[in-house]
């Protein structure tokens, strides 16, 4: 039986900590915090930046059982849960569930740093989802087709919050229609409604003022981690970085057009070829009908899965996005707090390839979820197919 010892991770347990991680994962393990060593270092050190708690079997003379990694955007005033790994003789014995607790209620209940908590888990198997389940965390939607490693793979979203803060959220009444049924699902899990008033006959038109241009001429990709996170702190406004994304996110690579100065910066992973669009350093009006090539340009570069985050309100960006075949995934609720009231944002992702849920296995809190997306992606893939019937 485990005696577990709960501790802040410490620089002399990166060696276990490697190693845990490759026995729980592999070497295709897509993040440095787990197979970095520098980047592991400065991570433990940090603890503005980081909350690192490890499970120790004290009767195995205080051997490294099990990690939990809690990231933290102070200036956001959010955090996230990743890195979550158990040594494979301690699977099932709730060493994770143990984990998540302690650091969950050490941020939300003891400490005054943040009001949220959001994680992601995998659809491997459910024991990851039903461990936050269980610890309090909502569901919240899923990111399909997310990463690829040796096939597809989708993820969960989840997220925790400060008592009485998911009360001070602020009412959106007009959405677009095809937000609607994400909304109502997580309506009925939050308990409170976030965004359902719809004004009738009022749509949202989006307005494409440049000509359609050669993507194929007109852009440039540089992947160059360091240079492109340096100019985008130099150019982009503090006010409107991350404007696309979650705070944790970094850019390293960027697009920029060949005949004017308008710059796309965004996450490329190339283990797992996922994308995150980050910010624009214009509206995203100034774009016009130039998203549709360039997506494909992503793909001929190896992206299979690209997502944005958006303010719930932002019915331009949003509209603007859901034209270019991007469906919503999951709903961020109180992602951003202002003069006191807390803004949904939500997640817009589109899958570059076919549906792929080849061993997927969720809780079924998260099948609503699931379903939305599929009507969604069939409406938009199929249903729309035009068939003519030539006169004989």
Known sequence: MCELIIDRACESNIKELLNLYYQAYGKDYPLAIGSDREFMRKAILS???YLWVVGKDKKENNKIVGSAIFQLDQ???IGKVMGVAVSLGYRG???AAKLIEFGTVQLLEKEDLIYALYTTTRTLSVSSQIMFLKNGYYPLGIFPNAHKIHFFESLTFMGKFRKGILEKRNYVSVISTKLKPLLKISNKVLGKKSATKIKKNESIHMKYELEKSSIDSEYEFIHAPEFVRRRYEKLIPKDRR??????FEIPNF?????????ELYAYISQKDYYCAIIAFNKGIENFGKGLKGLLFRLKDLGVSYIEVLLRLDQ???IEYFLNNQFLPSALCPAFKEKNGRYYDFIFLSRTMQPLDFTGMKIDATFKPYVDQYIKQWIDMHVASLEVVKLDS
């Not at 960027?254 to 308008?262: G, N, P, Q, R, Y």
């Open 75 to 77: 200036d956001s005033r």
């Open 254 to 262: 960027l697009i920029a057009s060949k005949k004017t100065d308008f």
């Open 315 to 317: 019915d331009l960006a």
């Open 47 to 49: 603890h503005g930046e």
């Open 242 to 247: 991350k404007t696309y994304c979650s705070p």
């Open 93 to 95: 014995k709730g060493v």
